[in-house]
């Protein structure tokens, strides 16, 4: 059982990344999947999330509008797709389940986490 993110990268402000988390062991339709990051020095925050059943979502307020989350349940995997980034968005982001199947900022939450994936915003 096991969260494997990617879509780590290196990008310069304004331009866009997408992140994956894809699951293995289990399904990922089963929970709430969240999207989480800490920067160095920095509490690890609460990024997205997407609920299990009515696909509602939950965004941060510094990524609103800028950032989505999808998942694709037939592919096993959840999406964060990253548009208009900034040098603060630099950071590890983790994705992890939410077995309740609602959204919560709260990380402990969660159960199943992936391994971190690196997202260095810079010109």
């Known amino acids: 059982v096991q969260l494997q993110a990617s879509g780590r990268g290196l990008v310069q402000p304004g331009g866009s990344l997408r992140l994956s988390c894809a699951a293995s062991g289990f399904a990922l339709d089963d929970f709430a999947m969240g999207w989480f990051r800490q920067a160095p020095g920095k509490e690890r925050e609460g990024v997205s999330c997407?609920?299990?059943?009515?696909?509602?979502?939950y965004f941060t307020d510094s990524v609103k509008g800028r950032f989505t989350i999808s998942r694709d349940n037939a592919k096993n995997t959840v999406y964060l797709q990253m548009n208009s980034l900034k040098p603060e968005d630099t950071a590890v982001y983790y994705c992890a389940t939410q077995p309740g199947g609602y959204c919560s900022t709260s990380g402990s939450m969660y159960d199943v986490w992936g391994q971190g994936t690196q997202v260095t915003v810079s010109s």
């Open positions: 997407i609920s299990r059943t009515d696909g509602k979502t």
